[in-house]
């Protein structure tokens, strides 16, 4: 199995930066994917960027796409997700997860086998 721990949440004014990271650990060779997921109260947990953990391969979704980016670590089994400009719409709790032995379309949360604790990113206007 694989552990996942994130960090890096807080409170921001819009416009402003925060850099999330999530650190893997267990079984962290059977990583494959791993992607970043954030859910808004009283809505569907969405989609925001997702790494290749072999490869260059990133995947953003369309709301973030130029103002975050996924970065990774192999060594450190730690993705990072650096936010700029942020918007009040990109409150949420933040989600890492990964996949593992085998890549899966990398949007679906169905496809991801674990899942860390959340963090807590608010952006006030």
């Known amino acids: 199995q694989v552990q996942l721990v994130e960090n890096g949440g807080g409170l921001v004014q819009a416009g402003g930066s925060l850099r999330l990271s999530c650190a893997a650990s267990?079984?962290?060779?059977?990583?494959?994917?791993m992607g970043w997921f954030r859910q808004a109260p009283g809505k569907e947990r969405e989609f925001v960027a997702a790494?290749?953990?072999?490869?260059?391969?990133?995947y953003y979704a369309d709301s973030v796409k130029g103002r975050f980016t996924i970065s990774r670590d192999n060594a450190l089994n730690t993705v990072y997700l650096q936010m700029n400009s942020l918007k009040p719409d990109d409150t949420a709790v933040y989600y890492c997860?990964?996949?593992?032995?085998?890549?899966?379309?990398?949007?679906?949360?169905?496809?991801?086998?674990?899942w860390g604790q959340g963090t807590q990113v608010t952006v006030s206007s």
């Open positions: 997860g990964t996949q593992l032995w085998r890549v899966r379309e990398v949007r679906r949360e169905v496809n991801y086998d674990n």
């Open positions: 790494a290749l953990w072999s490869g260059a391969m990133t």
């Open positions: 267990g079984r962290t060779s059977s990583i494959v994917t």
